[in-house]
């Protein structure tokens, strides 16, 4: 079955500074990697998403790129605040099933 | 946009009695819905798929006995923690794919509020 891994646990970084969390997945019938974002106790929200047929999606401070050949895909977001911190996961599905499966989670935690 | 509700939001319940959690699309219909638990800073776990009108597919290493899911409408599906023990404290949360192409995704998953479960 797909095995997702996240890095890093844990990042810290300062205000104003970007962040980026690497995910790779084993499974190459994988084609839809989301990421959420969860605050403590609360449902995971969507905040980017991306298929395999692009390679690159973006959205105001928040990008994901995708390397479908290494089965890599980030999380990049540039100009981070301190609302930014949370614990933010990424997962892989395919169109046939729909069924997330999840990486370890990265909690960043941003400086003022 | 599209709402999957849980209930209930929090629960104690006594080591050896049985729990159930409803998962409930209010504006769309659902044929597949999901489960997950997730531990204390851990990530979310699949625990089951839950099919309408036939039988939930568990991932490997849960429990069907222990963790029982009905899916019996379109709309509702429910997870039943039966004898539940301490070690089954955790947060357990479900999703709901929407088919219906609204989403920007065309199939877009919407998460439950969650619901805690305690067992002392």
């Known amino acids: 079955g797909e095995n997702v891994e996240q890095h890093p646990s844990t990042l810290s970084v300062q205000e104003g500074d970007s962040a980026v969390i690497k995910c790779t997945y084993s499974?190459?019938?994988?084609?839809?990697f989301p990421w959420y974002k969860q605050e403590l106790g609360k449902r995971p929200q969507l905040i980017i998403d991306?298929?395999?047929?692009?390679g690159e999606k973006k959205d105001q401070r928040i990008a994901v790129t995708l390397n479908k050949t290494a089965k890599h895909f980030s999380l990049h977001i540039t100009e981070t605040q301190p609302e930014d911190s949370a614990v933010y996961f990424c997962a892989a599905s395919w169109d046939s099933s729909y069924k997330l499966i999840f990486g370890s989670g990265t909690r960043l935690l941003v400086r003022p | 946009g599209a709402v999957v509700s849980q209930h209930p939001s929090w629960v104690i319940c006594k080591s050896g009695t049985s729990v159930k959690i409803e998962c409930r699309s209010l504006d769309f219909q659902a044929t597949t819905m999901f489960w997950y638990r997730q531990f204390p800073k851990q990530s979310l776990m699949l625990m089951a798929t839950s099919n309408e009108g036939s039988k939930a597919t568990y991932e490997q290493g849960v429990e069907k006995d222990k963790f029982l899911i009905n899916h019996a409408s379109l709309t509702l599906s429910t997870l039943t923690v039966t004898s539940a023990h301490p070690e089954d404290s955790s947060f357990y949360i479900c999703?709901?794919?929407?088919?219906?192409?609204?989403?920007?995704?065309?199939?877009?998953?919407?998460f439950g509020e969650g619901s805690w479960l305690t067992v002392v």
């Open positions: 991306i298929r395999s047929n692009v």
């Open positions: 999703s709901a794919r929407d088919t219906s192409g609204r989403g920007s995704a065309g199939n877009t998953i919407y």
């Open positions: 499974d190459s019938a994988s084609n839809y």
